[in-house]
Nanobody, 115 residues
């Protein structure tokens, strides 16, 4: 199983980034997908989660109204659209797939919000 994130980078406050996670080696539609982030010196935290394309997504309070998670089961991808970015959004962002006891993580992509 592989989860490969892309789309991170440096952006100014107020800007936008779109992260993508491409999954392979698993039956993608059977997995709930989520994005997490970890800032230096802090614990990894859940950012957004989507069980399937028909469900409502769950978001951390800190990103509600700014971030949107979506998935494309035909392409085995999950994306995180991040708008109105703030310096406190700076972190390594990780994609996660989970189903029952099976959990897989991507390698992470750095997002830096700075002027």
């Amino acid at each position: 199983v592989q989860l490969v994130e892309s789309g991170g980078g440096l952006v100014q406050p107020g800007g936008s980034l779109r992260l993508s996670c491409a999954a392979s080696g698993l039956t993608f539609s059977n997995y709930a997908m989520s994005w997490h982030r970890q800032a230096p010196g802090k614990e990894r935290e859940l950012v957004a989660m989507l069980f399937n394309a028909a469900d409502s997504a769950n978001y951390a309070d800190s990103v509600k109204g700014r971030f949107t998670i979506s998935r494309d089961d035909a392409k085995n991808t999950v994306t995180l659209q991040m708008n109105s970015l703030k310096p406190e959004d700076t972190a390594v962002y990780y994609c996660r797939a989970f189903a029952r006891t099976m959990i897989y993580w991507g390698q992470g992509t750095q997002v830096t919000v700075s002027s």
